[in-house]
């Protein structure tokens, strides 16, 4: 079983093609982002050579240490929790932030983005089974937070995201994605904005979040096999 990242990338670029058949969508409206927390450079390199051009990572820490190491044409999204206090340390990396889960974490964004001269694509972690454990915002706070984006020049809310409840049954995930997908429609309307993109959907249940209207899928371990390691450091990466 050991399967290079290009082999996994052709099945799980087969899935997304049938899921995007089964739903009647184009599958140049679905990318990857390629989630290479715990690996190192060298993993990152591979996964360049294979046609993947966007990484995600979810600790701060971790990806300032490895972005620099890797190869420099990649765009790199954070995915993860983000501290209000990291995200000086992490702006100037990467190109969008997945995980917006407070107004004030977008205030900072917008301010910081603005002191580097540039505005800031995010998108609204949102907490739809309210599971007490996770992150992102309650349903019910989504709309006024885009609303309170209308008023920031350097970041601009373009679309939601949502981690479901891990199930070993992926249609388990379905009334999630959905709801996220609906949530989106109506602030959408609301407050006449344009909210094209959804987060959703990892390495169990991609398939079915793309049958549901995702257009980025982040993906670990589908195209790196198992993380052994809690984060990847240069010490660590024998560096
Ligand atoms: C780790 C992670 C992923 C990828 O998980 P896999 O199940 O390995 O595909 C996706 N999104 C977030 C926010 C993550 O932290």
Redesign the pocket.
């Known amino acids: 079983m050991s399967e290079t990242v290009q082999e996994r990338l052709a099945d799980v670029e087969a899935r997304i093609a049938a899921a995007c058949e089964r739903a009647g969508r184009a599958p140049s409206g679905v990318s990857i982002v390629a989630?290479t927390?715990t690996f190192g450079p060298e993993v990152v390199a591979e996964a360049a050579s294979a046609g993947l051009s966007v990484m995600?990572e979810?600790r701060v820490q971790e990806a300032v240490q490895k972005i620099p190491l890797c190869p420099g044409r990649l765009e790199w999204h954070m995915?993860?929790h983000l501290q209000r206090n990291k995200v000086r340390q992490i702006l100037g990396l990467v190109e969008w932030v997945h995980s917006v889960d407070s107004e004030r974490l977008l205030q900072t964004i917008d301010r910081v983005a603005g002191e580097l001269g540039r505005t800031m694509p995010v998108l609204l972690e949102i907490n739809v089974s309210g599971e007490s454990s996770k992150h992102g915002l309650a349903p019910d706070a989504a709309g006024p937070l885009v609303a309170a984006a209308c008023g920031l020049r350097n970041v601009e809310v373009r679309g939601f995201m949502t981690?479901p409840p891990f199930t070993p049954d992926a249609g388990d995930a379905r009334p999630y994605f959905r709801a996220l997908r609906r949530l989106r429609d109506t602030c959408s309307r609301k407050y006449d904005v344009e909210l094209p993109e959804l987060s959703m959907g990892?390495?169990?249940d991609f398939d079915v979040a793309v049958e549901e209207g995702a257009t980025w899928i982040?993906?670990?371990?589908?195209l790196f096999g198992r993380r052994t390691g809690k984060t990847w450091t240069r010490e660590l990466g024998g560096l």
């Open positions: 989630v927390k995600g979810n995915i993860g981690i990892m390495s169990n982040r993906l670990g371990s589908v």
